[in-house]
């Protein structure tokens, strides 16, 4: 264990179901890793009981000891974590911060990684003229590990009238640099070679300065591959009208996150939207999981789509280095989406059992 | 003038038509406003050459003096500012800084007003599935004052390989109440009656606490108005999968701009955006613009849509206390876009008198 790149022999994976529906749909991840395996790699897992339930039973949600095991461990499979919304009991951000951000800061997972892809067969939200102008297929690069998402900042005077809180975005340059890095690299590896950085330049000046120009000094290294700048307001409307466009986006922690629940949306939903974040150094085991949230409300009735959990486990493989077994997998949900038929609803198990045995062949 | 109330006599209003499509715009904004205006509202303009295209003449961006004009006047209508991209005599950001977002905040345009209307007939980038859920009809009330746009920040040792850039996100209890009270005066007139908060309360926890406690208090003298809250990446799947459930939505400064901008695409386009940068306690003239820029590609063809800056007219006069005024450029606005046929090229002078001629009667 701990070498976090075991092409073949032993992979200890860490999976942490979570709350609501993720344990029903890591169970079909598990099962689909398990068919598209090469032979010779063996999954060795061990399960974190993690998230809301665990929290209201234990009063942790990641005690130090669990979290130096799962740093251990070469990669982590998880499904969501989150409670019923409201819950007095859990404070509000308590396990984003505490636990998901958590393992994504500690982990060094500084690519948090988004593929986006209109599946045929998939039902989007866009118009026919929209999506006649060809394929989407973009994969946006949000950086993991800084920015917006430090918890920096703080309060004072709170509950009066004279109240003044601070949220303070933390740009370095060797955040900065190394995501861009790694952004032009995939681009390189992609049909279209293009890479489109997105902020908000023209008022976040401080921030915007450092990623401007770490994206030319980079590009200029990069020189097969086209470069193109979007303000994120700007990046709204092409999600909506020309998505095409886009390639590869590189952007910040907070404007990938709103960028990416715009593209899942416009792709079929958040129910196929999976997710890897990334630790390309492997100084520490990276963790897949799917963009969807824990959907307490539909939980335990197996009628959760597991799809997003399945590519993301797709994702998995192609970071432990087989890129032909994830290939499998997203043909195998490719043809599964394919085969949907309107109003056909399927159990969790059903779709986990139909896709697994298109990647058994 | 500078009473900024003016119902009756003499509107003392400033014109910055700008750069690009800006003049093109504003002319028709003018004619369809005073076709609309009650007879008893006389205005008085004054130009002001400002933008891209007299920076670069005069080195200026908003000399102290022109500012200190301008601030006497009773209300302000602006077209576009924004000068050919990446022309090298034009530091990104500064008229962004230097007069759109100086101005905002000078004159203290703490409500930033973006109402997001699907009018029959124009199109949407929406599927009719979408579509089919009903109206939309909804309005955005955007701090203007605050939050990521104060520029607060700055950078450490920069161009080199220990480069650090912060910035700060500034919410006071001041300025997240006072937008927060405006929001819900707005809901509360509207026949849904209804209110979401947008932000990432699970992450920015210094301002997501002060906006939820505010908003919390505030809403306690609402009960009447029905409340809501969403992330800003949960509103993303919204916009495009469900518009209709927004009512009135109350945001920051950066979440508003990026809101907006998807709010405007999927109610048939940028080019039907109108905004309003208002100072509700009138100490100060307000600001009406339509949200796109100045479109230095289009320039000078005549061929630029001029209905936002024109909705934006009707929102100039909805503030000056004539709402039956601002409905009869709604009205006319509505048929017109009815009439059009698709395919259809009218020169913008051409739109401009259509709706005008509507609008008399
Ligand atoms: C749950 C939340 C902290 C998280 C984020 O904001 O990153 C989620 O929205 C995501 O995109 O993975
Ligand atoms: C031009 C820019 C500074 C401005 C903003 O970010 O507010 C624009 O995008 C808008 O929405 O009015």
Not at 163 to 182: F, I, K, L, W
Not at 201 to 206: A, D, I, K, Q
Not at 207 to 221: D, I, P, S, T, Y
Not at 236 to 243: G, Q, V
């Amino acid at each position: 264990a701990a070498s976090f790149t075991p092409a073949t022999g032993q992979v200890d994976l860490a999976v942490i179901p979570g709350d609501g529906i993720g344990p029903e749909v890591t169970a079909e991840a598990l099962k689909v890793l398990e068919v598209a395996a090469p032979a010779e790699l063996k999954f060795s897992r061990t399960q974190y009981d993690l998230g809301a339930e665990n929290y209201l039973k234990t009063g942790e949600v990641l005690p130090p000891s669990v979290l130096a095991e799962i740093k251990g461990q070469d990669a982590i499979l998880l499904g969501a974590v989150g409670g019923k919304p409201n819950d007095p009991n859990l404070p509000p951000g308590i396990l984003e911060r505490g636990l998901l951000l958590k393992l994504r800061f500690e982990l060094d997972h500084y690519v948090n990684l988004r593929p986006s892809r209109l599946f045929p067969g998939s039902v989007a939200p866009l118009s026919d003229a929209v999506l006649g102008k060809g394929e989407i297929d973009f994969v946006v690069v949000r950086e993991g590990t800084e920015g917006p998402y430090t918890g920096n900042g703080g309060a004072l005077r709170v509950g009066t009238p004279a109240e003044v809180a601070t949220e303070v975005s933390v740009n370095t340059a060797y955040g900065v640099e190394r995501v861009v890095r790694d952004a032009f690299e995939r681009a390189r590896k992609r049909p279209r070679k293009k890479l489109t950085l997105v902020h908000k330049t023209n008022v976040l000046v401080h921030a915007g300065q450092v990623w401007w120009r770490l994206f030319e000094k980079v590009a200029a290294e990069y020189p097969d591959v086209t470069t193109d700048y979007c303000h994120i307001d700007a990046v709204m409307i092409f999600l909506a009208t020309d998505p095409q466009r886009f390639d590869v986006i590189v952007t910040d922690n907070l404007f990938g996150d709103i960028v990416t629940d715009l593209a899942a949306a416009i792709t079929g939903g958040i129910g196929l939207a999976a997710s890897g974040n990334v630790n390309p150094d492997r100084t520490a085991p990276s963790m897949f999981e799917p963009v969807h949230g824990s959907a307490p409300d539909i939980a335990g009735q197996l009628v959760a789509d597991p799809t997003a959990a399945i590519l993301s486990g797709a994702l998995l493989l192609d970071h432990l280095g087989h890129p032909e077994a994830a290939a499998r997998i997203e043909a195998a949900v490719l043809a599964d989406l394919e085969a949907r038929t309107p109003g056909q609803q399927r159990r969790t198990p059903e779709v986990g059992d139909a896709i697994a045995s298109r990647v058994a062949g």
